[in-house]
Antibody
């Protein structure tokens, strides 16, 4: 059984960056493909990007290109999502989820609040 | 990539069946059988209910069934129960090698 635990809530000022972590257990990160999904307050789910195991590359949603970086540390089985140039529109719960297209397992979510 | 289109809300009485539609295009839903459905209760993490159009993960009730025709996928919940009241989202792989979620449907049990 895969377990996915994310880092805690963050409060950031506009223009800053945030880095959210996602630690997996039960499997190693090399056995999984981690993707990131966010959900603004009262809104729907939005796919941000993730690792494509077949192509061995990280793919990003076009709207986040140039502003998001997703990395992995296989020594600690931890994935990271860093989003820069934050605005109030980036206030959301950020989730990591495993193995698209099914997205079988999800982290508990990390609330990122962007406020001056 | 625009969100897949779902009705904003669907309601039904206990014991009834309801169907939630998810409409995309020939670049996503119509091109792949990688359609998933997620249930999300308020303040909770999304839960996978259906994957690859029709398959149920272990532990998901057989009251949930998925299907697809052309560019539209559907989730049917039969024998509606109070615990089914939640938001439901579809998702699909796309021909840009990306993923897209539906706009979400609030299911209300009357």
């Amino acid at each position: 059984q895969v377990q996915v635990v994310q880092s805690g809530a963050e409060v950031k000022k506009p223009g800053a960056s945030v880095k959210v972590s996602c630690k997996v257990s039960g499997y190693t990160l090399t056995d999984l493909s981690i993707h990131w999904v966010r959900q603004a307050p009262g809104k729907g789910l939005e796919w941000m990007g993730g690792f494509d195991a077949e192509e061995s590359e990280t793919i990003y949603a076009q709207r986040f290109q140039g502003r998001v970086t997703m990395t992995e540390d296989t020594s600690t089985d931890t994935a990271y999502m860093e989003l820069s140039s934050l605005t109030s529109d980036d206030t959301a719960v950020y989730y990591c989820a495993t193995d698209p297209p099914n997205f079988d397992y999800w982290g508990q979510g990390t609330l990122v609040t962007v406020s001056s | 990539q625009s969100a897949l289109t779902q009705p904003a809300s669907v309601s039904g009485s206990p014991g009834q069946s309801i169907t939630i539609s998810c409409t995309g295009s020939s670049s996503d839903l119509g091109a792949y059988n990688f359609v998933s459905w997620f249930q999300q209760h308020p303040g909770k993490t999304p839960k996978l209910m259906i994957y690859e159009v029709t398959k149920r993960p272990s532990g998901v009730s057989d009251r949930f069934a998925g299907s697809k025709s052309g560019n539209t996928a559907s989730l049917t919940i039969s024998g509606l129960q109070a615990e089914d009241e939640a938001d439901y989202y579809c998702s699909s792989h796309t021909d840009s090698n990306t993923y897209v979620f539906g706009s979400g449907t609030r299911v209300t049990v009357l």
